[in-house]
């Protein structure tokens, strides 16, 4: 069991990320859908567990060592693949940077420290973490994603009266809200790309853990997985109902949310969100490390590269990457969504190996 939870926090710690914990993209994806978004929830954490049992056991029975290697397994079509692989590849890279910038300007506005002196502080920890592997990435989630996960329902718990008096006013007030970049207006196709771009971060890292994953748990784990997301997401949905009057406008509405609980409550969720930005990072830095090469030297100078000019990478407003690139980027992850869960070979020869 313990070996269970050491995965589902890794992989629990990849999918909610600074978007999630500061409340912007539960807001945008679910949030401003009123009810019907908490079945758009549900929706998502359904489609992301159903993801995470087939790609593990895509990689436990193939033996996959990178995305490469897992997208030419469940495609026929090597152009596509090709594409893919290099879109991909630029999604996560380009998250990697962001959160990098984001955690900079996260201490910058909150706490008026130089934005510079964070982005070194932050690339220096992103670079000693890549250097331990997966091994670095499973210790940074064990010990950080606890935290988060008992202060966020604790928070929801807290907020259960509030949430439950206004449940029936959720639908009037959020449809009177519109989005700064309105991308999507469907609840339905709201979940599904946001299982789909989180996917794309998520895979490299299932690849990764396939070393440490046992068969026989492998639906645990997702089970697990997907209802722990769950339980985050609404807790999260229930606490944005407080501020569903302002929170369009703010890029971490949490933040200004918990304000009316105290400010040590305030302060506490800013410690979540830059623990959730920095597992952020290198989740997406990892998964472009992986891609990029499998050699030591090869990763290693990769890994100075990306953390070296991330340093120097401008300030993008982090709503704006939330808002319009996560959704086009979720109709490519949608693709390789639908080749992952298509592929029925690897199921037939798990049935045989378990009538064996």
């Not at 859908?33 to 567990?49: E, P, R, W």
């Not at 946001?194 to 089970?223: C, F, H, M, W």
């Not at 290198?282 to 991330?310: D, P, V, W």
């Not at 959704?327 to 690897?346: A, D, E, H």
């Amino acid at each position: 069991m313990k070996n269970i939870l050491k995965v589902v926090l890794v992989i629990i710690g990849t999918l909610i990320g600074a978007g999630f914990a500061s409340g912007k993209e539960v807001y945008i994806f679910f949030n401003k859908y009123g009810t019907l978004g908490l079945y758009g929830m549900i929706l998502s954490g359904v489609i992301l567990a159903l993801v995470i049992f087939k790609v593990l056991k895509i990689t436990k029975d193939n033996k996959i060592n990178n995305y490469k290697e897992l997208i030419t397994e469940v495609s026929k079509y090597k152009k596509l693949n090709k594409i893919l692989n290099n879109i991909i590849n630029i999604f996560l890279l380009m998250s990697f940077f962001i959160m990098v910038s984001g955690f900079a300007s996260y201490f910058y506005e909150q706490l008026n420290i130089n934005s510079l002196v964070m982005s070194i502080i932050m690339a220096v920890l992103c670079f000693i973490t890549f250097n331990k592997s997966m091994d670095g990435i499973t210790k940074a989630n064990t010990i950080l994603i606890p935290f988060l996960i008992i202060f966020i329902i604790v928070a929801a718990i807290m907020n259960s009266k509030y949430f439950i008096d206004n449940f029936n006013y959720m639908d009037s007030i959020s449809t009177n809200i519109d989005s700064e970049f309105e991308i999507i207006n469907n609840w339905i196709i709201s979940a599904v790309l946001y299982a789909s771009y989180n996917s794309i971060i998520l895979i490299p890292i299932l690849i990764g853990l396939q070393d440490i994953v046992e068969r026989k748990n492998i639906a645990k784990i997702s089970i697990i997985t997907g209802g722990t997301f769950i339980v985050l997401g609404i807790s999260l949905y229930s606490l944005l109902t407080r501020g569903q009057a302002y929170i369009q406008y703010l890029d971490i509405p949490i933040i200004s949310i918990m304000n009316q609980f105290g400010n040590a409550y305030s302060n506490i969720y800013g410690v979540i969100v830059a623990i959730a930005i920095f597992t952020s990072a290198i989740s997406a830095g990892y998964g472009f490390l992986e891609n990029f090469g499998r050699s030591k030297s090869k990763y290693k100078n990769a890994a100075i590269a990306i953390c070296g000019i991330s340093i120097f990478v401008a300030m993008i407003k982090f709503s704006y990457l939330v808002e319009i690139l996560y959704p086009i980027f979720g109709l490519l992850g949608f693709i390789q969504i639908i080749l992952i869960l298509k592929t029925n070979k690897v199921l037939k020869k798990w049935e045989k190996t378990d009538i064996k």
